[in-house]
């Protein structure tokens, strides 16, 4: 079956744009979380979302904002973007909540703020 | 909150056995995690553990003790792919939510 999409697989922008990043989980999936990686930070929650209600979302300020559409898929928004927004953004899907089944991730899109 | 913490890097040589070491602190505890991500990939699920004990999966074995806020994962004779970090992870019972450690690189020679 199809693993989990993300795209754009990269993007640039400049400092202050906004940007939105789309995720689209395997099928049957319910359950979306995203995270943002760097190499100083290791992965950092941004937040779930299921059956198209955020259920969790972690210390990001409020420039970070997602959705997710009654077909689980899944978006995530960044507006105002700094330089320190630069990072690999990765979405991770999930039959449910708690699922023991483990959360499969998508290959990421790499930001890149100039 | 969680605060995970797993060592930074190590260094093996193939065929070898190497253990990830990974402790943790929670304020409610859901399972635990170990995924593997190569450079420039995705992470990969590879061991799930929410009873205390040790589960085994062909080349690798994942423990855990709930008591002691421990769990490592144990690697047998190591390939040349199994470079890569492997990242510990605790879920939260309250709110679901996946806290990772930093993550554990591992470089195997040959």
Avoid at chain 1, 1 to 12: E, N
Avoid at chain 2, 51 to 68: A, I, Q, V
Avoid at chain 2, 81 to 86: I, L, M, P, Q
Wanted: net charge positive.
């Amino acid at each position: 079956k199809a693993g989990v999409t993300q795209t754009p697989r990269y993007l640039i922008k400049t400092r202050g744009q906004q940007v939105t990043l789309s995720c689209s989980p395997i099928s049957g999936h319910r359950s979306v979380s995203w995270y943002q990686q760097t190499p100083g930070q290791g992965l950092q929650f941004l937040f779930e979302y299921f059956s198209e209600t955020q259920r969790n979302k972690g210390n990001f300020p409020g420039r970070f904002s997602g959705r997710q559409f009654s077909n689980s898929r899944s978006e995530m928004n960044v507006s105002t973007l700094e330089l320190g927004d630069s990072a690999l953004y990765l979405c991770a899907s999930s039959l449910d909540r708690g699922s023991f089944y483990g959360y499969t991730f998508g290959s990421g899109t790499r930001l890149t703020v100039v | 909150g969680q605060n995970i913490d797993q060592p930074t890097e190590m260094t093996a040589t193939e065929g070898a056995i190497v253990q990830i070491n990974c402790t943790y602190q929670t304020s409610g505890f859901n399972g635990l995690f170990w995924y593997q991500q190569h450079a420039g990939e995705a992470p990969t699920f590879l061991s799930y553990n929410v009873l205390d004990g040790l589960e085994e999966k062909g080349r690798f074995s994942s423990f855990l003790s709930r008591s002691k806020g421990y769990s490592y994962l144990l690697l047998k004779e190591l390939q040349m792919k199994d470079s890569a970090s492997y990242l510990c992870a605790v879920r939260d019972k309250d709110d679901y939510k996946l806290s990772f450690g930093a993550g554990t690189t591992v470089t195997v020679r040959a």
